[in-house]
């Protein structure tokens, strides 16, 4: 069974800095892109950022310039770097993986990410 697991989430202050990890039960080769998805209380889960098979990314608009995704093949770790954090980036954030082949969805447990004001 394919697993992710996320890691790195806590309390920070306005402007500090986050690294957020996600590691995957099976080589990130499975899968054909891998991103990185934050919920808020009371909010829809919306999408943060992405990386494809072949390492191209995407930000949401709203975090570009603070937020980034990169990824280490040979741990078959994917990380959010979120740097200058505000206190609307307060949420579970939840790493996503889409299986090739199949293109199902696997979800991580999600990490609680809280940036007090």
């Known amino acids: 069974q394919v697993q992710l697991v996320e890691s790195g989430g806590g309390l920070v202050q306005t402007g500090g800095s986050l690294r957020l990890s996600c590691a995957a039960s099976v080589s990130i080769y499975s899968f054909s892109a891998m991103g990185w998805y934050r919920q808020a209380p009371g909010k829809q889960r919306d999408l943060v950022a992405t990386?494809?098979?072949?390492?191209?990314?995407t930000i949401a608009d709203s975090v570009k310039g603070r937020l980034s995704i990169s990824r280490d093949n040979a741990k078959n770790t994917v990380y959010l770097q979120m740097n200058s954090l505000l206190p609307e980036d307060t949420a579970v954030y939840y790493c996503?993986?889409?299986?090739?082949?199949?293109?199902?969805?696997?979800w991580g447990q999600g990490t609680q990410v809280t940036v007090s004001s």
């Open positions: 996503n993986a889409r299986l090739r082949g199949s293109g199902s969805d696997i």
């Open positions: 990386i494809s098979n072949i390492g191209r990314t």
